[in-house]
């Protein structure tokens, strides 16, 4: 899969990304209007083919309304000069999409059939294909299809699901296409630049739980948003990634391997085991600065006002831990303040011996879905502005690279 796209630090006009959006035949079709709406709205252009099966579903005139470009759906159109169009339509684009792909299309593209104008221009693409599977479940399970799925993915084919969850034949089960925000996210990344390809990181996210009894526990409120964000940003910079996550709500990024622990203790426990294959490590969790050592096993009843006295202990220090390590991962470290960003921010660079710090105000940051960063290294501050924070983690996940790989563009 080609790296495209990428930024600089400097403000500079992103070139439109050209895709071809092809529809096969199902009730999922009504996904892609909103789809193509997305990416026109992030300045995708945006080239629809349909089957004929396809437009039983949802019609041309939606498609081009939505994408403002005409719709093609025959492989003898005229309108192509030298009538070409199996060959024509995808020549100027970087990726072709299919969504739905129906059982249908992908036994198509696994035995090179070219019978109608979209599995022809896939036949005769010169650019990758992903595709976005949707069917009964029972056709999905089925051996032919998970044959011709693992043949795709062998071919080099991106998959963008299915996932499980209610059908419309009223069934439940795999086969369900994602919902338009997940396959515009699949786009997305991959047309982030692999600033990271060959490397191994290991990301540690969220809070840890330092338990005072089996009911009770000394936690923070952090969301573990921001960690899985960079996981995930890593990731589609071509990383190896390992995530390790204290308790979240938060399911992991596609293609990154997660170890869930509790405490401290098991976060350090786990960074230790992972470090020394990683090639750089960057510590976003919000980790307990202390735990219980009175803890107890049964549930501690209330008294008679006489309050709970609970003697604590400090935990592991687990960036400092592997920033001293020899011929240890680069590291990268997360700072989250309420008050005097750059100086606290700094100190704490000095003090855990980094390359490189990413510090922000809590209160304007934890569990909000957008995200203030500045980086801290030893060029100065590099502000990244306010966005989302996947948006922010690629940003960071640049300047890494850049850090880590000289000549490497940085977000």
Request: net charge positive.
């Amino acid at each position: 899969m080609n790296a495209r796209g990428g930024s600089g630090m400097t403000t500079t006009a992103k070139a439109r990304r050209r895709i071809l959006l092809g529809l096969t035949g199902g009730i999922a079709a009504f996904k892609s209007a909103q789809l193509a709406r997305a990416l026109v709205k992030e300045d995708y252009d945006v080239r629809v083919v349909m089957t004929e099966s396809a437009c039983r579903f949802i019609t041309p005139v939606t498609m081009q309304a939505l994408s403002g470009q005409t719709v093609w759906t025959d492989l003898w159109d005229a309108r192509v000069a030298d009538n070409m169009g199996h060959i024509e339509l995808s020549r100027d684009r970087e990726l072709i999409v299919v969504a739905p792909a129906s059982a249908n299309f992908m036994a198509k593209v696994v035995h090179g059939q070219a019978d109608d104008l979209l599995s022809t221009l896939c036949l005769a693409r010169d650019c990758p294909l992903m595709i976005a599977p949707a069917m009964n479940r029972q056709m999905w399970d089925n051996a032919a299809t998970q044959r011709n799925a693992a043949q795709l993915q062998k071919d080099g084919v991106l998959f963008a699901g299915p996932e499980a969850g209610d059908q419309a034949c009223g069934e439940t089960g795999m086969g369900r296409m994602l919902e338009p925000e997940e396959i515009f996210e699949a786009i997305e990344a991959f047309f982030q630049p692999k600033v990271l390809a060959g490397k191994r990181v290991l990301v540690t996210a969220g809070p840890t739980s330092e338990p005072i009894d089996p009911v009770r526990a000394i936690t923070n409120t952090s969301s573990g948003k921001m960690g899985y964000a960079v996981a995930k940003a890593a990731q589609e910079a071509g990383a190896k990634v390992t995530l390790v996550s204290g308790p979240t709500a938060l399911s992991a990024p596609s293609g990154v391997m997660r170890i869930d622990v509790k405490t401290a203790k098991q976060m350090f426990d786990a960074v230790r085991k992972s470090a020394a294959d990683a090639d750089i490590f960057i510590s976003v969790a919000a980790v307990a600065d202390y735990h219980v050592v009175n803890s107890s096993s049964q549930k501690l009843k209330k008294g008679a006002g006489n309050g709970m006295t609970l003697e604590l202990a400090e935990n592991p220090d687990i960036l400092a831990h592997v920033a001293g390590l020899p011929k240890g991962p680069f590291c990268v470290g997360f700072a989250a303040e309420t008050e005097k960003l750059a100086a606290n921010a700094m100190e704490k660079r000095a003090k855990k011996k980094i390359p490189l710090l990413a510090a922000n105000l809590a209160q304007n940051a934890l569990g909000a879905d957008d995200n203030e960063i500045t980086l801290y290294d030893d060029a100065g501050a590099h502000p990244l502005g306010r966005g989302s924070k996947l948006a922010q983690a690629r940003k960071l996940i640049g300047h890494v690279a850049a850090m880590v790989q000289p000549g490497k563009r940085r977000a």
